[in-house]
């Protein structure tokens, strides 16, 4: 036999054993289908859970704070894994590897939305710090969350432990929804002095335990139908009806009007009807629907809570209310 030959008749019937060999296997195997796992979602998420800040009537110890950095003759603010010392060491039992929250108070908080008075001490949180060697009454330590630049006397303090809501799934945000009849508050303040907040953003309420809110509590936001703007006009909604000579002008509301006039009276001879005098016949409750918020945090007086859903924008001095 040539070799050609015999390379040939090799080579077919290695082929057919590797056919039939893997179509054995083939066969063994069933169809799988790849499904993705789907995790919960947290309501805060990322920096809203620990430095979301707060405002409380608890006050806050002094003691302990950051008082040196590691290239403070070089900067004056401090972030993400740069070196800091704080005022406490081995004398008060740290340890390496120990975590230490960072506050900075920023004094009395009192709110023109809402009629509790003063409300508490308004904390900002601004980040995380662990523990990397420790003196007699010193340590080091390193930045390890940042949500904020971190200043010489800023406050340590423990770390609160926290647990975020979950995501449920819910009906449709409703924009006419009814009121639910339960407790009403305020959005008095958003974090970051934001005036128009969004989704995912953290905002301030004027209720707190002694109104028995709880974590993972939703709250409808709202405003009073035609309340809100951003701008208020001083002018005039309807320009009186007159005759201008014409009588296609008669039954206008004016060259500027931006709306037909309606004369009052069931034979239409009474004065112009403007739209505050429209507006009298309607309830006095009517409001528009602008979001939703999750309680994440619940203080004496207040509670932080984080936006899940917008309609439009969201102003600090919005209601709330208990869903």
Do not use: W
């Amino acid at each position: 036999m040539s070799f050609q030959k015999f390379y040939k008749n090799s080579f077919g019937l290695f082929f057919l054993i590797l056919t039939a060999f893997s179509g054995a296997v083939f066969a063994q195997q069933k169809p799988t289908m790849i499904m993705s796992q789907t995790k919960e979602l947290s309501v805060a998420a990322r920096n809203n859970l620990y430095c979301a800040g707060y405002i409380s009537r608890e006050k806050v110890n002094p003691r302990n704070q950051i008082v040196g950095a590691e290239n403070e003759q070089e900067q004056f603010i401090y972030a993400q894994n740069n070196n800091l010392y704080i005022s406490m060491g081995a004398s008060k039992g740290v340890n390496v590897g120990d975590m230490f929250a960072v506050v900075r108070p920023r004094g009395k908080f009192r709110s023109e939305f809402s009629k509790k008075g003063n409300l508490g001490i308004y904390v900002q949180e601004v980040g995380a710090v662990e523990v990397i060697s420790v003196k007699n009454d010193v340590s080091v330590v390193r930045v390890n969350v940042s949500c904020d630049n971190f200043l010489l006397g800023d406050l340590i303090q423990p770390i609160p432990q926290r647990m975020s809501p979950l995501f449920e799934q819910r009906p449709a945000l409703d924009l006419f929804a009814n009121s639910s009849g339960k407790m009403t508050g305020k959005i008095v303040m958003a974090r970051d002095n934001l005036e128009m907040p969004g989704r995912e953003q953290v905002v301030y309420i004027d209720l707190g335990q002694e109104d028995n809110v709880k974590v993972g509590d939703y709250f409808t936001i709202f405003r009073p139908l035609g309340r809100g703007n951003l701008f208020i006009s001083d002018e005039d909604e309807i320009v009186s009806a007159r005759d201008r000579g014409f009588q296609s002008s008669e039954y206008k509301g004016g060259k500027y009007s931006n709306g037909a006039s309606r004369r009052k009276g069931e034979n239409a001879n009474g004065d112009v009807i403007n739209l505050e005098e429209a507006k009298a016949d309607r309830p006095n409750d009517l409001r528009k629907v602008v979001g939703e918020l999750v309680i994440i945090n619940v203080k004496e007086r207040t509670a932080t809570a984080v936006i899940v859903r917008t309609a439009q924008e969201i102003h600090t001095g919005d209601s709330v209310e208990l869903q």
